[in-house]
């Protein structure tokens, strides 16, 4: 089974306003970067040249930009290589969650209909 999410519900409002703090490199590089963190639901590889691809900037506006996320706790660079989001961590365990009760009701549903 795939460790991807197919689906996940994203807070707009909370995005839009960790977005409106941040200049307009940093802001993008923080969105594509949450996404695919989103995406594969694990931490990042800290490869500039992959990273700076997917975030279509050159590789020293995102070693910057990277910087900046990490002083305002937008993200962490870990020591292992690695970069995470704890917002990302709690949107993965709330969809997470979510979906394990959506599961029970449905099973129960179905128990009751039978």
Not at 39 to 53: M, Q
Request: hydrophobic share 40%.
């Amino acid at each position: 089974m795939s460790n991807r999410n197919q689906w996940i519900k994203i807070n707009v409002e909370k995005w839009l306003l960790d977005l409106a703090d941040l200049p307009p490199t940093e802001g993008n590089v923080y969105m594509r970067l949450r996404l695919k963190m989103l995406h594969t639901g694990k931490p990042l590889t800290n490869n500039l040249r992959a990273l700076a691809s997917l975030t279509r900037c050159s590789i020293d506006e995102l070693d910057d930009a990277l910087d900046l996320l990490a002083e305002t706790g937008h993200i962490f660079l870990w020591d292992d290589n690695h970069i995470w989001s704890l917002d990302v961590e709690e949107e993965l365990n709330n969809n997470n969650q979510q979906s394990e009760a959506a599961w029970h009701k449905h099973r129960k549903d179905k128990e009751n209909v039978q």
